[in-house]
């Protein structure tokens, strides 16, 4: 089974930024598309972002375009979330997941598909 490790959280002011990376081993990643989910305290885990295995496909919450960028090095086996312009609203803990699929586009921000989670990286944002 695939095992995912983030690291990059932190405290921010807002306006700064932060770059959370996902590194996964056990198993070859790029048979997997990676998302990026976050779960604030007292609010339900929302997708953030997710990336195709060819890395061709990303998707964004709305929440989140523009701001937040997505990238995979499959030969470092790792996924990235390049974090900007970041807000109090942003702060959560983040999670980064993964599914296989056989198909190299594809990606979706629906949670049920996942399974494979990281434990977590606290991002908080604030002055």
């Known amino acids: 089974q695939l095992q995912l490790v983030e690291s990059g959280g932190g405290l921010v002011q807002p306006g700064g930024s932060l770059r959370l990376s996902c590194a996964a081993s056990?198993?070859?990643?790029?048979?997997?598309?990676i998302g990026w989910f976050r779960q604030a305290p007292g609010k339900e885990r929302e997708g953030v972002s997710c990336?195709?295995?060819?890395?061709?496909?990303?998707i964004y919450a709305d929440s989140v375009k523009g701001r937040f960028t997505i990238s995979r090095d499959n030969a470092k086996t790792t996924v990235h979330l390049q974090m900007d312009n970041l807000k109090p609203e942003d702060t959560a803990v983040y999670y980064c997941?993964?599914?296989?699929?056989?198909?190299?586009?594809?990606?979706?921000?629906?949670?049920?598909?996942?399974?494979?989670w990281g434990q977590g990286t606290q991002v908080t944002v604030s002055s």
């Open positions: 056990g198993f070859t990643s790029d048979y997997y598309a």
């Open positions: 990336i195709s295995r060819n890395g061709g496909n990303t």
């Open positions: 997941a993964a599914y296989s699929t056989f198909l190299q586009g594809a990606c979706t921000m629906d949670s049920r598909v996942f399974r494979s």
